[in-house]
C-alpha cells in the first residue's frame, strides 16, 4: 500500500528554521513526481513545491526560503525550511501520486 | 498564474440529491485537473484526476467533467459521508493553483 508520512513539524520563532521530512512506503519516491501542499488553519490549500527528476518548482512566496530534496536511499523527501515567517503557520501535507499524508504542523509565531 | 475560480462556495443539500460543483481556469489547462475531498480535521483525499478520471476505490457516485477552462465535478445520491469540502486543482502549469473550495452541508 502507498503510504506517505510526514515528520518534523513544530512551533519556530520568526527567522528560525525546520526541516519537514515525508517518509515514504509502498514505492520508491524516486519514482514520482512529489510534493508539499500546506493549508494554513481555517483556510484553502495551497501548493508550496514540486520536485520532478532533477526540476524543483516553488510558490513565488517561498522561493529562495525553501528547499525541497530527497533522499532515494532512505526512500524520503525532505523541504528545509529557512527564514520562516507567521504567513507559513499551516498544516504541512506530502503528496506523491495522488497519495496524502496526514499532515505536519508548523506553528511560527513569536 | 492560472487562476482557478470554483462555485458554488457552499451549497445545502438532502441526503439522495444530486450536486454539481464547477471550476473555471483562467487559462486553458488541457486535461490537468484534479479533485479532492475533505473532511474536517483529515487530510484532502484525491477523487479524481485528468478530468475525468476516478482514483482507485472511490465510488462512481462521483464524476468528472469539462475541457478547456470549464470543470465539473459531480456527486449524485448524495450519503452523509459526503458532506465535505471539495477542492478543484490545475497542474497544468506551476504554479499549482487550487480552487477556493466548496462546503458542501446537509439540508
Known amino acids: 500500500e502507498v503510504q506517505v508520512l510526514e515528520s518534523g513539524g513544530g512551533f519556530v520563532q520568526p527567522g528560525g528554521s525546520l526541516r519537514l521530512s515525508c517518509a515514504a512506503s509502498g514505492f520508491s519516491v524516486s519514482t514520482y513526481d512529489m510534493s508539499w501542499l500546506r493549508q494554513a488553519p481555517g483556510k484553502g490549500l495551497e501548493w508550496v513545491s514540486d520536485i520532478s527528476g532533477n526540476r524543483v518548482f516553488y510558490r513565488d512566496s517561498v522561493r529562495g526560503r525553501f528547499t525541497i530534496s530527497r533522499d532515494n536511499s532512505k526512500n524520503t523527501l525532505y523541504l528545509q525550511m529557512n527564514s520562516l515567517r507567521t504567513e507559513d503557520t499551516a498544516l504541512y501535507f506530502c503528496v506523491a501520486n495522488w497519495i496524502w499524508g496526514q499532515g505536519t504542523l508548523v506553528t511560527v509565531s513569536s | 498564474d492560472i487562476q482557478m475560480t470554483q462555485s458554488p462556495s457552499s451549497l445545502s443539500a438532502s441526503v439522495g440529491d444530486r450536486v454539481t460543483i464547477t471550476c473555471r481556469a483562467s487559462?486553458?489547462?488541457?486535461?490537468?485537473l484534479a479533485w479532492f475531498q475533505q473532511k474536517p480535521g483529515k487530510a484532502p483525499k484525491c477523487l479524481i484526476y485528468?478530468?475525468?478520471n476516478l482514483q482507485t476505490g472511490v465510488p462512481s457516485k462521483f464524476s468528472g467533467s469539462g475541457s478547456g477552462t470549464d470543470f465539473t465535478l459531480t456527486i449524485t445520491n448524495l450519503q452523509p459521508e459526503d458532506f465535505a469540502t471539495y477542492y478543484c486543482l490545475q497542474y497544468n502549469s506551476y504554479p499549482r493553483t487550487f480552487g477556493q473550495g466548496t462546503k458542501v452541508e446537509i439540508k
Open positions: 487559462q486553458g489547462i488541457t486535461n490537468s
Open positions: 485528468a478530468v475525468s
